[in-house]
């Protein structure tokens, strides 16, 4: 009967949580951690010791330990996964839909706190850092906290109310200093409850003020040294601010979408107007009056967008779109007041469901959230390396570091050298008579770049046995000529390999004056495509065989409805002068040791060399 009641009673609510839990935790693990969230597995990671934790996110972040010695317990219990990483951020963004309700509450009534609660849980900001292994889901939650305990403290300034508001607040920057920006708003609020307030309350509100400001610095005192550290910083990676920079944003913020942005204005612009039709309630009372809240949420979005784009122009940039989710819980209310004046309580919801869908749509379809992959594929790239190279192998790749989580950890030991394809291929020159295969790997917009001389030594020298460009990162491998059989083969026994598993497109045929250029996809049937080589079989008297890069192809994929397919793509190239003259017939020969499974397909394409 409890939990009937609380559904009839708080259906919105129950239906944000319900969708927070839902979209957060639904794909969980879609998609490969990228470079930042490297960072966290490998600063977390239970097999270093506690005081480790610290050393290394003191050494390679600018942010405060808290989330990473809370990850790390939680690998601790629960596995060194980032599924379970993810979880911990998907429960993070789960609570932070309680806790806007809860201040929706506060500031305004149940109603406003139940309609912001269900926007924050479908806007696509809050859904990303729900599922990314990083503080900031974290960091947005003890925002909302502390202006909730902010509101308790200004209602009524006492010790225990002064404690609980100073806990939130370190807590909220002890998750990331940029909460700083929110207590200076949350200083402005001081002053003006100061000057509205009578001499009799104005005096213990002052007193608990400064008791509540202590005890933040008290609790902030461990940071101290991080914190110097990063007010040091004279350079940084973030971009300087241009004019379009907050729209920017903003526009991310709520999903790539100017009607979903455009339709929040609409809505704060209109919050904004109550003020000047409340504004006599605000002079002499302690009491949340609707202008009051009105203000405090304004004076929240305000500061903490206006003060770090001042700071942005005056010294290095903190532009950066993911340190403004303490901005949204301040949006997200102040659009939720105007529908929730709604009298009519249908057409309310009706409108608040609407806007809800329309930002699900437009996450789920517009931006292909569950089905588009926009984080760099480390996991398999380095799956691809792993399921066709032996541990012997070396591995070469400019990010060191982050390859060494997915392929120098307890179950791989692969020798990983850290350097770039010009670097290494220079102490190749060097040393010639010790040459031997290796696996080049880079990512993170680090592009195959070398210069003629290093790219004359490699052909020279070795085949390109796999060349794999996948989202945001590549891999080559190179092996030695005099160890391996040359690229080109003699096959006689392709005709037993025909045996109907295998599907395939040659979409493009190109030559660019001496460059021949085959491309388009191939899979073997109920087979993942990642580990699948093709080789591209060129037929005229004798059949040579090469080996085709791979390339993502998600559109594959989605046509057939298989994930798995979106590395099906390929791609071949070589030069014409390695072939003679005449029409040779286009097949496509694919391989997957993994399976154990192979197939081979003469297509309706054809090629015509002529010199």
């Not at 597995?41 to 239970?46: F, G, L, Q, Y």
């Not at 050298?417 to 102490?427: M, R």
Request: charged share 15%; net charge positive; with cysteine.
């Amino acid at each position: 009967m409890k939990h009937l009641r609380f559904i009839k009673q708080s259906p919105l609510l129950l239906l944000a949580l319900v969708t927070a839990i839902v979209l957060g935790f639904y794909k969980l693990d879609l998609q490969s951690v990228w470079l930042d969230e490297i960072h966290s597995m490998n600063e977390a990671s239970p097999m270093q010791s506690f005081r480790n934790v610290y050393l290394s996110v003191t050494t390679s972040e600018q942010i405060p330990p808290l989330y990473y010695y809370l990850l790390y317990f939680v690998f601790k219990v629960f596995g060194y996964t980032t599924l379970v990483a993810r979880a911990f951020s998907a429960m993070g963004g789960a609570l932070c839909i309680y806790a806007i309700y809860l201040l929706g509450q506060k500031l305004f009534n149940k109603r406003t706190g139940e309609i912001a609660a269900l926007l924050l849980s479908v806007t696509y900001f809050h859904l990303y850092y729900s599922q990314e292994v990083r503080p900031y889901i974290f960091f947005e939650l003890f925002t909302i906290l502390s202006f909730y305990r902010l509101m308790f403290l200004t209602e009524t300034p006492n010790l225990k109310n002064a404690f609980y508001y100073a806990l939130f607040t370190a807590l909220m920057i002890h998750f990331h200093f940029f909460g700083l920006f929110a207590v200076m708003a949350q200083c402005f609020i001081f002053l003006l409850l100061l000057f509205l307030a009578g001499r009799e309350q104005r005096g213990r509100l002052f007193r608990n003020q400064l008791i509540a400001g202590f005890l933040i610095l008290l609790f902030l005192l461990p940071l101290l040294p991080i914190f110097l550290k990063v007010i040091s910083i004279k350079e940084f990676w973030i971009p300087d601010p241009q004019n379009d920079t907050v729209y920017l944003i903003f526009f991310e913020i709520f999903g790539y979408s100017k009607r979903i942005l455009f339709t929040v204005i609409l809505l704060v612009i209109i919050s904004i107007a109550f003020l000047f039709k409340k504004r006599k309630s605000l002079k002499g009372s302690m009491g949340l009056s609707t202008s009051f809240s009105i203000i405090v949420l304004i004076s929240w979005l305000l500061i903490t967008v206006l003060l770090p784009l001042i700071k942005s122009y005056l010294s290095p940039s903190v532009m950066i779109s993911r340190y403004f989710i303490l901005s949204l819980p301040a949006i997200i209310l102040l659009a939720a007041l105007p529908l929730s004046k709604v009298k009519n309580t249908y057409f309310c919801y009706g409108i608040v469901l609407a806007i809800s869908a329309f930002s699900v749509i437009n996450t789920v379809t517009f931006n292909n959230y569950y089905t588009r992959i926009n984080k760099t594929q480390f996991r398999e790239i380095t799956s691809y390396i792993a399921n066709n190279s032996n541990q012997n192998q070396k591995v070469i790749t400019s990010l060191k570091w982050y390859y060494n989580y997915f392929l120098n950890n307890n179950k791989l030991h692969y020798p990983i050298a850290g350097a770039s394809l010009e670097e290494y291929v220079g102490k190749l020159q060097k040393d010639s008579l010790h040459l031997e295969s290796f696996w080049y790997t880079d990512a993170h917009g680090r592009q195959y770049n070398l210069s003629p001389d290093k790219e004359a030594f490699l052909k020279r020298h070795f085949i390109l046995q796999d060349d794999v460009k996948l989202f945001d990162c590549w891999a080559n491998n190179y092996q030695l000529k005099h160890k391996e059989d040359n690229q080109e083969t003699t096959v006689t026994n392709l005709k037993a390999k025909e045996n109907g598993k295998l599907k395939c497109n040659v979409e493009n045929i190109d030559i660019f004056g001496n460059n021949i250029r085959i491309s388009g996809w191939a899979f073997l049937e109920n087979t993942a495509s990642l580990n699948t080589k093709v080789r591209v079989v060129l037929i005229k008297k004798d059949t040579a065989i090469f080996t085709a890069g791979k390339r993502l192809r998600p559109d594959v994929g989605q046509f057939f409805d298989k994930r798995d397919l979106n590395y099906s793509g390929f791609e071949f190239s070589t030069d014409k002068n390695n072939l003679e003259q005449g029409e040779y017939a286009i097949g496509l020969y694919l391989t997957d040791k993994i399976q154990n499974t192979e197939s081979y397909m003469l297509t309706d394409k054809k090629i015509n060399i002529s010199y």
